[in-house]
């Protein structure tokens, strides 16, 4: 099963694109492994401008936001089925606009979110059945001037933008307790223990998103699954950053022993160790960044490049988590926004948010090869594979 979201309205982004605005904001399909057909089953109208999902598959939610700088953000919980259904549990308001990201917390009792325009940070409690609650842990560090979209191209690195967040995912009885978010505005990685009992975000510091003049516009970190390492895309300048992760410092972080001074002296639970273009270097046309991910065995990470119009393929090292390019390879249409590998990373989707098309390939062995199937589908952003 693969379900795609779709942007329905423009007028309602922080950014402007170039594709066909999309009657229907939910689609489901069903892949066929062996050939990379993608065949399509349902529709969902009447959601805005979906841009991002998490699937709980314990309780088979499906859940989704909705992407606008005129209004709150929506965060959607649906029951989605082996028939690509997708049946609505709960909505709850994301009390900020432009939400654009989700993180469902270690035991799945939380969906943890941000959004985007106002920098702000939240979580939504999660019942037995997968159905969202109303928000708690609301957090908004300071007020955004931005007020259209002209205004917020010409000022983003003057002010907060929370791009992501995401839990630390090692420290054993610790683990989950630390969020990291990229802050694209301000070019740094925010670090806040997440206290879930009492749904509060504790800043703890922050940390360059890479050195050298920027703007560089951290937009995701991707833990490595097995190394204590970190890879954080950057956006604006595409590079990607790669940090080693510090457990004792970030045990001293997440317990309580050890608060943000406001000093430039803090302990940081990541130490910058490479940075890495994700475009050819004789290219010098225009490019930012979309999504990082890194493989389920941990040997090879992927970063999308939305201009040049590729995936760059790096192989980690396995010692050290340092990352050496492999190949880029084109994404056979314009601007992909995201992508995503199946569950064995046999197969990749890539969103092309500006040519109105779904593109499938083939992963072996960081040999990334295209199957011929070029599905269409009105301004696509963000595919989740699911199986039931």
């Known amino acids: 099963m693969v379900f795609v979201c779709k942007y329905t309205d423009f007028d309602n982004l922080a950014h402007q694109p170039r594709g066909t605005p999309a009657e229907h904001g939910l689609t489901s399909y069903a892949l066929n492994s062996a050939t990379g057909e993608l065949n399509l089953l349902q529709q969902r109208k009447h959601v805005l401008n979906p841009s991002f999902c998490r699937v709980h598959t314990e309780t088979s939610t499906l859940y989704t936001c909705t992407e606008s700088i005129e209004e709150d953000g929506l965060v959607y ?55 969202l609650l109303p928000v708690n842990g609301f957090l908004k560090p300071k007020k955004v001037n931005s007020r259209n979209r002209e205004d917020h191209l010409h000022n983003r690195q003057l002010e907060d933008h ?25 070019d740094i990685i925010k670090q ?17 998103s890479a050195e050298g003049p920027g703007p560089h516009g951290p937009r995701y970190i991707e833990f490595h699954p097995v190394l204590h390492i970190a890879y954080v895309v950057n956006e604006l300048s595409s590079l990607i950053s790669v940090f080693k992760y510090e457990p004792e410092e970030a045990s001293k972080l997440s317990d309580g022993s050890i608060s943000e001074n406001g ?36 040997d090879s990470v992927l970063v999308s490049n939305r201009g040049h119009d590729s995936i760059a393929v790096y ?74």
Request: proline share 4%.
């Open 77 to 131: 919980a649906y029951e989605v089925d082996v028939n690509g259904n997708m049946a609505t549990k709960s909505m709850q308001s994301a009390n900020g606009t432009s939400t654009c990201y989700l993180t469902l917390d270690e035991q799945a009792n939380n969906l943890l979110f941000v959004n985007y325009w106002d920098s702000s940070m939240c979580f939504f409690p999660i019942d037995k059945e997968g159905s």
């Open 162 to 186: 929370a791009h992501a967040i995401v839990l630390d995912p090692f420290h054993g009885s610790l683990a989950g307790r630390l969020a990291y978010v990229p802050d694209l505005g301000l």
């Open 192 to 208: 806040y223990r997440y206290i879930a009992s009492t749904g509060e975000f504790e800043f703890v510091g922050s940390l360059p």
């Open 263 to 298: 000093s430039n002296n803090w302990p940081g639970s990541l130490q910058l160790l490479q940075t890495i273009s994700t475009v050819p270097e004789d290219y010098d046309g225009y490019n930012t960044c979309g999504r990082i991910c890194c493989t389920k065995i941990g």
């Open 315 to 388: 192989e980690v090292n396995e010692t050290t988590g340092l990352l050496e390019i492999v190949n880029i390879v084109s994404t056979e249409g314009e601007t992909p926004r995201h992508f995503q590998l199946n569950e064995d990373d046999s197969m990749l989707i890539a969103a092309n948010q500006d040519s109105d098309n779904l593109a499938v390939f083939t992963f072996n062995n960081r040999d990334l090869v295209y199957t011929g199937v070029s599905v269409n589908c009105k301004s696509p952003n963000f595919v989740q594979f699911v199986r039931f």
